[in-house]
């Protein structure tokens, strides 16, 4: 069984700053990716960052030079520094993980249960 479960979140004023984190555990393999998504009411849920565990790293273009995503391998734990929030920023952050169990030989996604940002202008 692996969960990932997120920390932080919460209200911030615009221009304020925000750090999710999310753990990853269980019977766990190996970590491919882990990444951030949001879905903000009546949006469909979009990817945020992501990062591999070689550390390489993806983001939207609308958090580009804001956000930052990082890993600590060690931890099976990712973390996403939000800056210079904006109110459109705001929505449910979930976290994914691509993740191989100890008794798999594939990789499976992996929701966390989400966390809700709220940026007030």
């Known amino acids: 069984q692996v969960q990932l479960v997120e920390s932080g979140g919460g209200l911030v004023q615009a221009g304020g700053s925000l750090r999710l984190s999310c753990a990853a555990s269980g019977s766990i393999f190996n970590i491919a990716t882990m990444g951030w998504y949001r879905q903000a009411p009546g949006n469909e849920r979009e990817l945020v960052a992501v990062?591999?565990?070689?550390?390489?790293?993806n983001y939207a273009d609308s958090v580009k030079g804001r956000f930052t995503i990082s890993g600590d391998n060690s931890k099976n734990t990712a973390y996403l520094q939000m800056n210079s929030l904006k109110p459109e920023d705001t929505a449910v952050y979930y976290c994914?993980?691509?993740?191989?169990?100890?008794?798999?030989?594939?990789?499976?996604?992996?929701w966390g249960q989400g966390t809700q940002v709220t940026v007030s202008s």
């Open positions: 990062i591999t565990r070689g550390a390489s790293t």
């Open positions: 994914n993980a691509k993740i191989r169990g100890s008794y798999s030989l594939r990789y499976d996604d992996y």
